[in-house]
């Protein structure tokens, strides 16, 4: 049961967002203000029916890369190897790392197109910085931090 955690904590995480998406992209104007300066004002426009499978794969598909790359391939690359007679040191620490950082992606690219949903709302349309600036730090914060916790783990179980 604790490996299925992170799964299903990314699956319903995924549902979510995609709920998100499928509840708020139609309600925004028919071209969107997608990309913001440094002062939070719309830079450049996309059309809806582009941006909303713009969102999907930077919101769904992305985290379902990431999480295919970092925990399911190393476990099909360890059964290869250990199906043909070849010795691997699988790290219980790198798999679980990856759907909970799959889910992490989502809820921030989740949190992002919150903000350009109520940016789209005022006339013209402004990012809010500060909100997006905080969720950034925390986001580099915690990939950084969760990287070196993985590294550091998986040295030490090396050893």
């Known amino acids: 049961m604790k490996n299925r955690i992170p799964k299903v904590v990314l699956a319903f995480s995924l549902i979510a967002c995609a709920a998100l998406y499928l509840i708020t992209v139609p309600s925004m104007p028919e071209v969107i203000a997608s990309q913001f300066r440094g002062d939070g004002y719309a830079r450049s426009h996309m059309a809806r029916s582009f941006y ?8 769904i598909g992305l985290p379902l890369i990431l999480a295919f790359v970092i ?3 190393p476990g099909i690359r360890a059964k290869w190897t250990a199906k043909h007679g070849a010795k691997e040191l699988q790290s219980n620490v ?17 949190f992002v197109h919150g903000l350009v949903v109520s940016a789209n709302q005022l006339d013209p349309p402004r990012l809010a910085n500060g909100p997006f600036l905080a969720a950034l730090v925390v986001f580099v914060g915690v990939t950084f931090l969760s990287v070196g916790y993985v590294i550091a783990r998986s040295v030490r179980g090396k050893r």
């Open 94 to 110: 790198v798999v679980p790392f990856g759907w909970w950082f799959a889910t992490f992606m989502a809820l921030f690219v989740a």
């Open 52 to 59: 909303f499978p713009y969102i999907l794969v930077f919101g």
């Open 71 to 73: 925990s399911v391939l």
